[in-house]
């Protein structure tokens, strides 16, 4: 996975996961929590400036998917940042609160979004601030298929 900083107040890509030679990868879209089938992916995240605050719940995180000759991306879904605003990454991680967030965040595609070799998992943040990765975290649950 390669982390990059975002232009502020524009969608930039952030997160770029592009997958290894022979595998297939799948981002799940339903999600098993308290042995109850969840619609929605999966995500923790806790996004910071420079100066250690978090970045505003207005903004977005976009999930998109390209191939290697695609000129564009192909844009999945664009979900709040307001979902993990309030929440820190242990709170995320607490079944309660792993509902709540997995139940907004439904890419609106199926089980899931599968991702051949070569191409990417791409992730955008649209928002005011300039993401420090220093000071953030991210992390996205995905499944190797092969």
Not at 31 to 60: E, F, P, Q
Not at 87 to 95: F, I, L
Not at 110 to 115: F, H, K, L
């Amino acid at each position: 996975m390669t982390l990059t900083a975002n232009v502020a107040s524009t969608s930039t890509p952030v997160a770029r996961i592009t997958v290894p030679r022979g595998a297939l990868y799948r981002l799940h879209n339903q999600n098993m929590v308290r042995n109850a089938l969840v619609t929605g992916t999966y995500i923790i995240l806790d996004l910071r400036d420079a100066a250690g605050n978090k970045i505003s719940g207005a903004s977005k995180l976009l999930v998109a998917t390209r191939g290697p000759a695609d000129e564009f991306p192909k844009f999945h879904r664009a979900l709040p940042y307001s979902v993990w605003h309030d929440m820190d990454t242990t709170q995320q991680r607490n079944e309660d609160f792993k509902a709540t967030i997995i139940g907004q965040t439904d890419l609106n595609v199926g089980p899931g979004i599968e991702i051949p070799e070569a191409h990417e998992l791409l992730f955008y943040v649209e928002g005011p601030q300039v993401v420090d990765w220093s000071k953030s975290f991210f992390q996205v649950d995905f499944e190797e298929l092969n």
